[in-house]
């Protein structure tokens, strides 16, 4: 009896803690549940994690609360640019094709703090010039009344309202439309493709979406969302890792093929994606949201001739120049434009280009947000309901009935209290890579879905996003004289299966920026010092060579913080030269403490060295170090004479 009692009570208490298991697995934050699942695989003795893991790619999974991170993290609460109301709203009349301008009475009322309609809102016309990418003027104003129907030929306004006496303002305000246009008369809507929305955040790793963006990452993980989990950047920063995306090539090979894409008129001469787009049908937009570090402005001439049908950058020059401005407490980037998010300007651009035509023509659209991601990578966690909230307006809207959608980042975050921790390099070097597919596409490509899915956890490039939107170009029968990614003939469509035991090199991703193999922390030894000596001295010999060496300081070595060595044998490796191994090497110098790192080839025994200065990171911020060169390679190694201070010891 007492044996039976004993057993009765055992069996009760494990019902017991299944049911409380339950429970607390079914109230954790996606935060909690992670680490909780972490916990449960070290406690069982199970291997390391994996995003991939193959024959020549072992890419490992980061936990996102690790205590390193745990230490550092300082989660930012979101600020709005205004607590006021809208005094003016806009809606579109789907009769008229036509956006409308709503006075709000009731908000009238508070602000002129009275019952009386004694006011005067005037808008004027944001107009753009011969250049495409900025205003040529503000128009002359006019006069705004009840439900105002907005012309056509307004793509852009500034709204003034005050009292009747002009004595007092109530409220500014600046909006941009998609003006609606008729489909051709020859569109076959039946059979049409289907449409492609690119929505990128800048500086958002794999890891930082899920541990600063946890509720965007839940909703990422719903049906028809496929994430990438193998996807390697191919380059050190935003332009040569969006632009292999959109025209599968490198700048170096775009310059031996096509032009310099820093000169002028170059960039409208590249075979951007978006033109295929266009010449297949399609209507197409760009947008970004920070004018100086825009992707083909910083240190680029930009575009001579409109790039896109609906092209933002003329009004984001009009609202960073007419309106009041916010900056990010600590950063550089505008937070505000007037009474609106930066990025909100990008959203409303990109949901009006949705809302206007994704229902009766395939269109394709690029929106890029940087202003609050690039320089303060906490701020993500502030923006996560900004963000989901975008997403969600897209499902409500049913765009995603009708789109593919690339939700996507360039890289993760490249310098910062992040660089500090031990999975730094794969931070730096795995962006975010999320693809939709709508539920028509699921049902009619089977064979694509289920090419998507096990790529999934493959090893993938920007080089296979390009070749994806040519696919979709061509999804009923590729054609045979397709041109795939110039830079990676081994590259593939991502509806296509890739090969389980693909390398680096047959992605297009070179061994600087290859998160595949197993590099080891080794003991500091006087070596690991000559090492990191011998890289400084291959830099100042760049800065000569380019003839910059009267203008930046030459740099001494200040301190080596880590030595790596790949540890596998490579024997087999073609590039490498018989003696020679691969190292990672970081490392200070006295100049303005300017950190770098580096990959480099380097023998032991004969100090022989191989490395490409232009793929050595900055992996802390330049500033304003840097200011006396203009091109932005030059910029991460350069420390000017007029900018030095003072060494220290």
């Not at 979101?78 to 109301?85: A, V």
């Not at 031996?256 to 170059?266: A, R």
Request: include cysteine; charged fraction near 25%; proline fraction near 4%.
């Amino acid at each position: 009896m007492g044996r039976f009692v004993l057993t009765y009570f055992k069996r009760l208490v494990v019902c017991f803690l299944i049911v409380i298991l339950i429970y607390l697995l079914t109230t954790l934050t996606p935060r909690d549940k992670e680490k909780f699942e972490i916990s449960v695989r070290k406690n069982r003795g199970e291997e390391k994690k994996y995003y991939v893991k193959s024959g020549k790619c072992e890419m490992p999974y980061v936990d996102p609360f690790n205590d390193e991170f745990t230490r550092i993290n300082h989660p930012k609460i979101f600020i709005p640019c205004t607590n006021e109301s809208d005094l003016i709203t806009v809606h579109y009349d789907n009769i008229f094709n036509q956006y409308v301008l709503h006075i709000n009475e009731e908000v009238l009322h508070k602000l002129t703090e009275s019952k009386s309609n004694n006011f005067s809102c005037f808008y004027q016309k944001i107009i753009y010039g011969q250049s495409p990418d900025y205003y040529d003027k503000i128009g002359e104003k006019t006069k705004l009344t009840q439900d105002y129907l907005v012309p056509l030929n307004v793509e852009g306004m500034l709204v003034d309202c005050r009292t009747a006496d002009e004595k007092r303002i109530l409220q500014k305000d600046a909006f941009v439309f998609i003006q609606y246009q008729k489909s051709p008369q020859n569109l076959n809507v039946k059979d049409r493709k289907a449409s492609v929305i690119m929505y990128g955040i800048d500086t958002v790793s794999r890891t930082n979406i899920r541990r600063m963006m946890p509720m965007v990452y839940e909703f990422l993980k719903s049906p028809g969302w496929y994430e990438m989990m193998g996807y390697n950047k191919v380059a050190d920063n935003s332009f040569p890792n969006i632009f292999a995306m959109l025209t599968g090539l490198s700048p170096e090979s775009a310059e031996e093929q096509v032009c310099n894409t820093d000169i002028d008129g170059c960039l409208d001469k590249i075979p951007f994606i978006w033109k295929e787009f266009k010449n297949e049908g399609y209507l197409t937009a760009y947008a970004e949201d920070e004018e100086i570090s825009n992707t083909f402005n910083y240190m680029k001439p930009g575009f001579g001739v409109r790039p896109t049908d609906y092209y933002f950058r003329p009004f984001l020059t009009a609202l960073e120049n007419e309106t009041v401005i916010q900056y990010n407490t600590g950063s550089l980037m505008k937070y505000c434009l007037g009474r609106r998010l930066a990025n909100s300007y990008i959203f409303d651009y990109c949901r009006q280009f949705m809302q206007r035509f994704v229902a009766d023509r395939p269109i394709w659209g690029m929106f890029w947000s940087n202003h609050f991601s690039h320089d303060d990578f906490f701020m993500l966690s502030a923006m996560q309901h900004k963000i989901l909230n975008d997403l969600l307006n897209f499902e409500k809207d049913g765009a995603f009935e009708h789109t593919i959608m690339i939700f996507f980042s360039d890289h993760g975050a490249r310098f910062g209290p992040l660089m500090y921790m031990k999975e730094s390099f794969l931070e730096e070097r795995l962006p975010m890579m999320f693809i939709y597919l709508p539920p028509w596409f699921r049902e009619k490509y089977p064979q694509y879905v289920q090419a998507l899915s096990q790529n999934q956890h493959r090893l993938s490039s920007n080089f296979d996003v390009y070749n994806t939107l040519k696919h979709i170009l061509n999804i009923e029968e590729v054609l045979e004289d397709t041109q795939w990614a110039y830079d990676c003939p081994d590259c593939q469509s991502l509806f296509y299966p890739l090969p389980e035991n693909r390398s680096c090199s047959d992605a297009g991703i070179s061994e600087p920026y290859c998160t595949c193999h197993n590099y080891k922390e080794i003991k500091a030894e006087p070596w690991t010092w000559r090492l990191a000596d011998l890289v400084v001295d291959r830099i100042n010999k760049y800065l000569k060579l380019n003839n910059i060496q009267d203008l930046c300081s030459d740099l001494t070595l200040k301190v080596v913080n880590s030595t790596e060595q790949w540890m596998e044998e490579i024997d087999g490796d073609v590039d490498r030269p018989k003696g020679m191994r691969y190292y990672h090497t970081k490392f200070q110098v006295h100049q303005n403490m300017a950190e770098y790192f580096a990959t480099v080839l380097y023998n032991r025994d004969t100090e022989e060295l191989k490395v490409n200065v232009e793929l050595i990171s900055r992996i802390n911020m330049y500033g304003t170090d840097s200011e006396c060169v203009n091109n932005k390679i030059h910029k991460l190694y350069c420390v000017c004479l007029s900018k030095l201070r003072t060494l220290e010891k």
